[in-house]
């Protein structure tokens, strides 16, 4: 077996999911490790919260190099040091323990909703009546299910998708939004995203879960020319801010918008852009540092 590497990068927690989409995203990826917390008698003993270790197969591009670049494209966008934390990265190569396996340990079944169930693929399940169950490995995607913007948007969907209706997910990752429109009982699904890995692995969820009909492909929202009933798009908050006219070109007159990825302290930026573009807000959803908003036209 070869050897793998670990890179610890040490960030300000709320930036978790950020870190961790530029490492899928740059990276040869294939699982990221949050916070790890030890409990003795319900006291939390030890964290390791605040550093982020992500786990390579290959140095395809020099770490230091790429999170350096990043990490001022996200000072350059409004993020300060205090909210970035400094970065310092620790680079070890490990012996091959199955280490692929070590990331999937920590994700287990996620219940999102009352009825709605993410359960790794690895993992046996038994739903109860009526429980809607997503079934992922959602590989070097972002979307297992665990993360608070995924939930909001699942939310959304939750409380104003109705059966017939089509559905697109801009930045669909894993294709789990759009999974679950289509177990809500999409007529159609679209998803796109710029990261090419994650089309086969939103394919393989879908087909994973039976959904048959999907439409996914490397794309961005500007080039679209379908209008949709419902769009997604958990996508951060300056790449919200600067796509919210193409989203809305994405919509008829009566269809919903569920805007994710923003962090609470951010929500200025995207509530600008929703005004922009004179767009009204429907309904909002918070869940710890994060806000989504639910916008019509
Ligand atoms: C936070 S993940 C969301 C994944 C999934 N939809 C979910 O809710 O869990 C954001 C995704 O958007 C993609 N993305 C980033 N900018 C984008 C853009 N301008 N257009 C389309 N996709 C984009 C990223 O590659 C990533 O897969």
Not at 51 to 62: G, W
Not at 85 to 90: A, F, K, Q
Not at 117 to 146: H, M, N, R
Request: charged share 30%.
């Amino acid at each position: 077996m070869d050897n793998y590497f670990e890179l610890k990068i040490s960030i300000n927690p709320q930036m978790e999911d950020i870190v961790s989409d530029i490492c899928f995203t740059n990276f040869a990826c294939e699982g990221v490790v949050l916070a790890e917390e030890t409990y003795k008698d319900l006291v939390m003993t030890s964290t390791t919260e605040g550093t982020l270790r992500v786990f390579l197969t290959d140095l395809n591009k020099n770490p230091v190099e790429v999170l350096k670049t990043e990490r001022e494209i996200l000072k350059e966008r409004g993020f300060s040091d205090e909210e970035l934390g400094s970065w310092d990265i620790t680079l070890n190569e490990k012996e091959n323990q199955d280490w692929s396996k070590k990331w999937k340990e920590k994700w287990t079944v996620t219940h999102v909703m009352d009825k709605i169930t993410v359960v790794p693929s690895w993992l046996e399940y038994k739903p109860k009546k009526d429980e809607i169950i997503i079934t992922l490995d959602p590989g070097c995607a972002f979307g297992t299910g665990t993360h608070q913007t995924t939930q909001l948007c699942m939310k959304a969907l939750e409380k104003y998708f109705k059966a017939g209706q089509s559905m697109a997910d801009i930045g669909t990752g894993s294709g789990i939004l759009a999974i679950l429109a289509k177990k809500l009982g999409a007529a159609d699904v679209y998803g796109c995203d710029i990261d090419d890995t994650v089309i086969d692995v939103a394919y393989e969820n879908a087909n994973k879960n039976g959904v048959t009909d999907p439409v996914f492909e490397l794309n961005t929202a500007d080039k679209i020319t379908k209008k949709y009933d419902f769009v997604c798009a958990n996508i951060l908050h300056n790449v919200l801010f600067e796509i919210m006219g193409d989203l809305k070109n994405l919509l008829k007159e009566d269809s919903i918008l569920s805007l994710s990825g923003i962090l609470y302290e951010k929500k200025d930026i995207v509530l600008e852009a929703i005004k922009r573009e004179n767009l009204n807000i429907l309904d909002t959803f918070t869940q710890d540092q994060w806000i989504s908003f639910v916008v019509k036209k």
